[in-house]
């Protein structure tokens, strides 16, 4: 068995307010217009709004300044798949859907699952049949159906789509018609560094596997400064496992678009398992973020990971799944090669160990 995104079990907790709104939602005789504004209230009180701090302890360790860590494991479930889960799941709502469904490896199942359970939605879940991941278990508690089907997780991503389409059931998988809508619930991010920062910061940098996330905040920094909110669009810097993600390879190949790995040479460990993949869904909208951008790519590896993590852990005392740490890794290594001038950067860790 193959273990998989490493996020260690979460208590899924939300609020006694979110519980009470869930109730009203599940209420037959609401109708669907007030359920919807009680299951935008869940989402305005538990999804996003993440922590952001200064990170002094790295700023003396490698000579770098006014460096900000975005850190998004303080949505529900401890990752940013909150995000796009209770999108989802509003969508289905809105349209009338009884069951959504899904394929994954563990974090978005389990966000996905929350958010149905608390919209009063039916969640089946899809996972391929080799991979085990201990999140299982939080997802059978969140009431979820689960079901496992062989082959790669790409493979179970097109045969759920495959049956949410012949059942009439909402289909949540990434990409395709999803792309837009999950693009624009990770441009909140972009949105929350404003906030905080009142400009785009010069880098910011995250973690790469699918790309959504990635191009989500670029989108969203670009609609800040078209809007005329910020005065610069950042360089997006993105960093995954050493020759396992396409969108890496193809940016350092020069490639305008996404060109999809050979399976065979990807392999999967308990640090990388989060980054990596064959094919990225939305492996085109990353890599127009990094091309437009002027942005950055780099292959990080095992090791850079789990020492990354570990510093965080004793120097800013966060508790961060190492493969969250990769865009993290990948602008620490712009500012070894060049030192960056005095600016403002973030860096974006996407899931809480």
């Known amino acids: 068995m193959i273990l998989l995104d490493g996020v260690q079990t979460s208590d899924n907790k939300v609020s006694k307010e979110a519980l009470e709104l869930s109730q009203a939602i599940k209420d037959p005789r609401l109708s669907l217009i007030d359920r919807l504004e009680h299951f935008e209230d869940i989402m305005n009180l538990e999804v996003g709004d993440s922590s952001m701090s200064r990170a002094k302890s790295l700023e003396r360790e490698f000579g770098i300044r ?45 966000a996905v699952a929350l958010a149905a359970d608390l919209a009063g939605l039916h969640c089946k879940i899809y996972i391929p049949a080799s ?46 018609a999803n792309t837009p809508l999950q693009i624009q619930a990770y441009s909140q991010i972009a949105l929350e560094i404003y906030d905080q920062l009142r400009d785009a910061p010069r880098y910011c940098a995250a973690p790469v596997s699918n ?11 670009v609609n800040l400064y078209k809007k005329g909110k910020t005065s610069r669009i950042p360089r997006m810097v993105a960093g995954s496992s050493t020759h396992k993600n396409p969108i890496i390879s193809s940016f350092l190949a020069g490639l305008d678009h996404c060109k999809d790995l050979s399976p065979n040479l990807i392999k999967e460990t308990k640090y ?5 993949n064959w094919h990225s869904f939305d492996g085109d909208e990353a890599l127009y973020a990094l ?3 002027e942005g950055r790519a780099y292959h990080i590896s095992d090791q850079m ?3 990354m993590s570990t510093y965080l852990l004793k120097k800013e005392g ?13 602008l620490l290594e712009i500012h070894k090669e060049k030192p960056l001038e005095h600016d403002r950067f973030v860096a974006v860790l ?4």
């Open 318 to 330: 966060a508790k961060i799944l190492p493969a969250s740490t990769a865009g993290l890794i990948a």
């Open 211 to 221: 790309g959504t996330l990635f191009a989500g905040i670029y989108r969203g920094f």
């Open 272 to 276: 990388n398992e989060p980054l990596i």
């Open 131 to 176: 991979y085990h991941t201990d999140r299982i278990r939080e997802m059978e508690e969140l009431n979820a159906s689960i079901i496992r089907l062989d082959g790669s997780y790409e493979d179970v991503v097109t045969a759920s789509s495959a049956l949410a389409q012949d059942h009439d059931w909402y289909d949540a998988n990434p990409g395709g």
């Open 291 to 293: 091309r437009q951008s």
């Open 350 to 353: 996407t899931a809480k160990d």
């Open 66 to 110: 006014q460096l900000y860590l975005k850190y998004e494991g303080d949505n529900p479930t401890g990752t940013q798949k909150d995000r796009i889960a209770f999108a989802q799941v509003y969508d289905a709502l809105r349209r009338g859907y009884q069951v959504i469904s899904v394929a994954t490896c563990g974090n978005y199942g389990v």
């Open 305 to 307: 990971l789990r020492k």
